[in-house]
């Protein structure tokens, strides 16, 4: 057994560790002000992280704090100093292992921290691999290390999928003192990795797919059908959104035993000779799902859909976490293994902030289905590009994946052949409109990523949503679950009210808009932890961003701009209102009712009591004071310090 380190001992390698990074970042003062705090909140992490790996306790602290803030250097002075206190201290927990999303950036990590304990820290990713013969992320590797030599190494470089995948215990073991079976003491695991696998399928892809496996493998035939059974049985009761659970029918019961075909290595190896069948892992997980109850059927339209779960959790002794969202992404809300480790508080006060209107109020997985939806949703963007950024400075777009696949964006000519080279328009600002240089990605990716850091403005084209039953499957699977325990057993509808499929849903929306919303300039903090100086240009439903900006990005200067007042709603008007620069420090709501043409009291008495219009008033750095008599009621003012997002 190990036992927790001195703490004063391993403080001093670890201070002196950050002096090394220090020399190897010229232009950023690790031992000072804001990045100081952060380094005192990194070394906290890792010493509990430990003293959990020691007592054997599965919980892991977080790191919430934004790109830039310096954590994840931190995070390497704080495997320096683990690995060089165990080198002298024989019972000291040992063995670190660094976690990527990426493989590009575990290839950068191995690198810098390669540079610092040379000899002392190895890689592996299929691209580091000595076998691997076809490069995509990482055309020259900074090293290659075959997946067993990870063991002899007390530092190791890894990526998520890996870490949490079959081989994955070549990269939790390793060997001290010629002993083979020890457990790394540390691993740091940067950006949130997905936790809970999907899958999803409807009854005409089940029936393709089981018609082409059974030409293929008659002698499969008893499991395929009693599948097939299972699936069509509810084909005929499409009440719109209501909520089946397959794995609590009788009908399940009588096709069980067939059903656990699918569970065997015999099945694995179905899937894995016919991989060229689109949709059989999806098909052969649904089927796993149904047998452990982890499965629910529910009618979108009249297609009934079957989601299916299965856990893969990174929890364990000695984790933990860097991730700038960790605290609003809704997990550490239902989870309670997650702890929140104290980080100074960043502030937006370079970051200058503008709402325009959406281009429209309808499901854009719909609305962009269409061409002509596609050219007038991607005119506006460009018109807001125009509005919004002057010549000669450089942008990030992030919009819809339709349109990318789709071709429109860039707005360049249908066959362009600049779409064949991605990385022009996607990495090195290759598109251009009137000399603004501009990136472009679309929502689900570019988290992580720093390739636009030297962006001026950003610009959000809509939200990132997840359809609901992706977000009850996802809660399902990080609580561990069944389809008749937690939230989804008291749910009859898609839509039925459920505390934590609320909360992972809102904190999916609000994840993606921070991390995508700082991928610019505003990435770069001072010492005094103020961001760097960026435009971050937002389309999206004005209530719902205002009563979020103040959490996501306190400090920060919020205008709106074009006119909500045509269509919008009462509280939109009032938004828009409040949102426009004046010298005054209140605004008495008979001056707007005056300005909107409509009496307050014929407002206020919906406006008040509506949270998210409150919550919104405050992000935009003001507060509803009543008042009786001639003054009246009236917004007024607040300092950021006095304000609900300071």
Same mark, same amino acid.
């Given at each position: 057994?190990?036992?927790?380190?001195?703490?004063? !001992?391993?403080?001093? &390698?670890?201070? =002196? #560790?950050?002096?090394?990074?220090? @020399? %190897? *970042?010229?232009?950023?003062?690790?031992?000072?002000?804001?990045?100081?705090?952060?380094?005192?909140?990194?070394?906290?992490?890792?010493?509990?992280?430990?003293?959990?790996?020691?007592?054997?306790?599965?919980?892991?602290?977080?790191?919430?704090?934004?790109?830039?803030?310096?954590?994840?250097?931190?995070?390497?002075?704080?495997?320096?100093?683990?690995?060089?206190?165990?080198?002298?201290?024989?019972?000291?927990?040992?063995?670190?292992?660094?976690?990527?999303?990426?493989?590009?950036?575990?290839?950068?990590?191995?690198?810098?921290?390669?540079?610092?304990?040379?000899?002392?820290?190895?890689?592996?990713?299929?691209?580091?691999?000595?076998?691997?013969?076809? !490069?995509?992320?990482? &055309?020259?590797? =900074? #090293?290659?290390?075959?997946?067993? @030599? %990870? *063991?002899?190494?007390?530092?190791?470089?890894?990526?998520?999928?890996?870490?949490?995948?079959?081989?994955?215990?070549?990269?939790?073991?390793?060997?001290?003192?010629?002993?083979?079976?020890?457990?790394?003491?540390?691993?740091?695991?940067?950006?949130?990795?997905?936790?809970?696998?999907?899958?999803?399928?409807?009854?005409?892809?089940?029936?393709?797919?089981?018609?082409?496996?059974?030409?293929?493998?008659?002698?499969?035939?008893?499991?395929?059908?009693?599948?097939?059974?299972?699936?069509?049985?509810?084909?005929?009761?499409?009440?719109?959104?209501?909520?089946?659970?397959?794995?609590?029918?009788?009908?399940?019961?009588?096709?069980?035993?067939?059903?656990?075909?699918?569970?065997?290595?015999?099945? =694995?190896?179905?899937?894995?000779?016919?991989?060229?069948?689109?949709?059989?892992?999806?098909?052969?997980?649904?089927?796993?799902?149904?047998?452990?109850?982890?499965?629910?059927?529910?009618?979108?339209?009249?297609?009934?859909?079957?989601?299916?779960?299965?856990?893969?959790?990174?929890?364990?002794?000695?984790?933990?976490?860097?991730?700038?969202?960790?605290?609003?992404?809704?997990?550490?809300?239902?989870?309670?293994?997650?702890?929140?480790?104290?980080?100074?508080?960043?502030?937006?006060?370079?970051?200058?902030?503008?709402?325009?209107?959406?281009?429209?109020?309808?499901?854009?997985?719909?609305?962009?289905?269409?061409?002509?939806?596609?050219?007038?949703?991607?005119?506006?963007?460009?018109?807001?590009?125009?509005?919004?950024?002057?010549?000669?400075?450089?942008?990030?777009?992030?919009?819809?994946?339709?349109?990318?696949?789709?071709?429109?964006?860039?707005?360049?000519?249908?066959?362009?052949?600049?779409?064949?080279?991605?990385?022009?328009?996607?990495?090195?600002?290759?598109?251009?409109?009137?000399?603004?240089?501009?990136?472009?990605?679309?929502?689900?990716?570019?988290?992580?990523?720093?390739?636009?850091?030297?962006?001026?403005?950003?610009?959000?084209?809509?939200?990132?949503?997840?359809?609901?039953?992706?977000?009850?499957?996802?809660?399902?699977?990080?609580?561990?679950?069944?389809?008749?325990?937690?939230?989804?057993?008291?749910?009859?509808?898609?839509?039925?009210?459920?505390?934590?499929?609320?909360?992972?849903?809102?904190?999916?929306?609000?994840?993606?808009?921070?991390?995508?919303?700082?991928?610019?300039?505003?990435?770069?903090?001072?010492?005094?932890?103020?961001?760097?100086?960026?435009?971050?240009?937002?389309?999206?439903?004005?209530?719902?961003?205002?009563?979020?900006?103040?959490?996501?990005?306190?400090?920060?200067?919020?205008?709106?701009?074009?006119?909500?007042?045509?269509?919008?709603?009462?509280?939109?008007?009032?938004?828009?209102?409040?949102?426009?620069?004046?010298?005054?420090?209140?605004?008495?709501?008979?001056?707007?009712?005056?300005?909107?043409?409509?009496?307050?009291?014929?407002?206020?008495?919906?406006?008040?009591?509506?949270?998210?219009?409150?919550?919104?008033?405050?992000?935009?750095?003001?507060?509803?004071?009543?008042?009786?008599?001639?003054?009246?009621?009236?917004?007024?003012?607040?300092?950021?310090?006095?304000?609900?997002?300071?």
């Amino acid at each position: 057994m190990s036992v927790t380190p001195n703490r004063e !001992r391993l403080r001093a &390698l670890y201070d =002196a #560790a950050i002096q090394e990074l220090s @020399q %190897l *970042r010229p232009n950023t003062n690790l031992t000072s002000g804001f990045y100081a705090t952060m380094g005192n909140s990194v070394f906290e992490a890792g010493y509990t992280a430990l003293s959990y790996y020691c007592a054997g306790t599965c919980r892991v602290p977080y790191v919430a704090a934004p790109a830039g803030s310096g954590k994840t250097s931190f995070s390497y002075a704080l495997l320096l100093a683990v690995t060089r206190y165990a080198d002298s201290n024989p019972s000291a927990p040992y063995g670190c292992v660094f976690v990527v999303d990426q493989i590009k950036k575990a290839d950068e990590v191995y690198k810098e921290l390669a540079t610092l304990l040379p000899g002392k820290v190895a890689i592996w990713t299929k691209e580091h691999d000595p076998k691997c013969k076809k !490069r995509e992320k990482v &055309l020259e590797p =900074a #090293a290659q290390f075959t997946q067993d @030599q %990870l *063991r002899h190494h007390p530092i190791i470089v890894v990526t998520h999928q890996f870490y949490n995948g079959k081989g994955g215990n070549k990269a939790h073991l390793i060997v001290r003192d010629g002993n083979f079976g020890n457990n790394r003491a540390l691993t740091v695991v940067d950006e949130k990795p997905e936790e809970v696998t999907q899958f999803e399928i409807i009854a005409s892809e089940a029936e393709t797919i089981s018609e082409v496996l059974k030409a293929r493998r008659p002698e499969i035939k008893e499991p395929l059908d009693a599948l097939r059974r299972v699936i069509l049985s509810y084909t005929f009761e499409p009440a719109s959104n209501q909520i089946f659970r397959p794995a609590n029918d009788l009908r399940h019961d009588r096709e069980a035993e067939n059903l656990k075909w699918f569970t065997t290595s015999a099945a =694995a190896t179905v899937v894995k000779t016919n991989a060229d069948i689109p949709g059989i892992e999806r098909l052969f997980g649904i089927a796993r799902a149904i047998t452990s109850g982890r499965v629910f059927a529910t009618a979108i339209g009249k297609v009934v859909r079957y989601i299916g779960w299965q856990s893969k959790l990174m929890v364990r002794p000695g984790m933990l976490l860097l991730d700038a969202t960790a605290d609003i992404d809704g997990i550490s809300e239902i989870c309670l293994w997650r702890e929140p480790v104290s980080v100074p508080q960043s502030r937006y006060d370079n970051l200058e902030i503008v709402h325009v209107p959406q281009h429209t109020n309808r499901r854009l997985s719909e609305y962009l289905k269409t061409a002509p939806n596609q050219r007038a949703y991607v005119k506006r963007m460009v018109e807001t590009i125009r509005q919004h950024m002057a010549p000669g400075e450089r942008g990030l777009v992030v919009c819809k994946k339709a349109l990318f696949d789709a071709q429109r964006v860039p707005n360049w000519t249908d066959g362009d052949a600049r779409f064949e080279t991605p990385n022009l328009y996607t990495k090195h600002y290759g598109w251009e409109i009137d000399g603004r240089m501009l990136c472009a990605t679309h929502w689900g990716t570019g988290i992580g990523t720093n390739d636009w850091k030297d962006a001026d403005v950003v610009f959000l084209f809509d939200e990132f949503y997840i359809p609901r039953r992706t977000a009850i499957a996802t809660v399902q699977g990080l609580r561990q679950h069944r389809a008749d325990e937690g939230d989804l057993a008291s749910m009859t509808t898609v839509n039925s009210k459920a505390k934590g499929v609320d909360a992972i849903a809102e904190g999916h929306r609000l994840r993606h808009t921070k991390q995508l919303a700082l991928r610019g300039r505003g990435r770069c903090y001072d010492e005094q932890g103020v961001c760097g100086k960026q435009r971050l240009v937002v389309s999206s439903e004005l209530k719902s961003f205002m009563s979020n900006v103040g959490r996501l990005f306190p400090g920060a200067s919020i205008t709106t701009a074009s006119d909500y007042t045509e269509d919008g709603t009462w509280a939109h008007k009032v938004l828009e209102l409040l949102s426009k620069p004046t010298l005054s420090k209140q605004i008495t709501t008979k001056q707007i009712g005056r300005d909107l043409g409509k009496p307050w009291r014929e407002l206020s008495s919906n406006l008040v009591k509506d949270e998210p219009f409150m919550q919104a008033v405050d992000g935009l750095g003001w507060r509803y004071v009543r008042g009786a008599g001639r003054g009246g009621s009236k917004f007024e003012q607040i300092p950021a310090a006095l304000s609900q997002a300071a």
